[in-house]
């Protein structure tokens, strides 16, 4: 079959041809969509048109351990084995120039692979830590509109770590 694509309305010819069934292109800014066409001309003559339109959009997933620091710590808190994460899902969901809240969104969170729950404006999940060493908690959330025009998803892997403390001289050249 061959594949004309056309991209907001212009001809992709370098993208076009025999066996051409897909191509790949640099999306624009969040918030900025493509509309997507494509013609398949059959050998037997008959002709199929789809069209879609893609919305760019952004996804950015972080995490926070349910664990003890001291106050002048400066890093971020790791957690250990018996520690819980929070892990927070934040959409840049665009469409017509309006940015839809995250309660106008659909997030639908798994923990190892089992569903831990879904709904609207759901952006948190609470995870515990595995227990067997060198184990992961594998995180997984999928977010969409309600009409699923968008549907972004991102996966986060959380190992646990073993608890270190350091003790140093305050004064070390002075005893």
């Not at 897909?22 to 969040?30: D, H, I, K, N, R």
């Not at 001309?41 to 972080?62: C, E």
């Not at 664990?67 to 018996?82: C, D, E, F, H, M």
Request: proline share 6%.
């Amino acid at each position: 079959s061959e594949f004309i694509w056309t991209i907001d309305g212009r001809a992709m010819p370098q993208f076009s041809g025999f066996a051409k069934d897909s191509f790949s292109w640099t999306a624009g800014e969040v918030g900025s969509s493509l509309s997507i066409s494509l013609v398949i001309k059959k050998l037997d003559g008959a002709t199929i048109n789809v069209s879609t339109r893609i919305y760019v959009s952004d996804l950015a997933v972080v995490w926070k351990a349910n664990t003890s620091i001291p106050r002048w710590y400066k890093g971020k808190a790791l957690p250990v084995k018996t520690a819980s994460v929070i892990v927070s899902a934040i959409p840049t969901f665009i469409i017509d120039g309006k940015q839809i809240s995250s309660d106008r969104l659909i997030f639908t969170w798994t923990i190892n692979g089992t569903l831990a729950f879904s709904g609207p404006g759901k952006q948190l999940v609470t995870a515990q830590i595995p227990r067997i060493p060198f184990t992961s908690a594998i995180i997984h959330v999928k977010v969409q509109d309600f009409s699923k025009r968008i549907i972004k998803q991102e996966y986060i892997s959380i190992a646990p770590r073993e608890p270190l403390v350091s003790v140093y001289a305050l004064q070390p050249l002075g005893g």
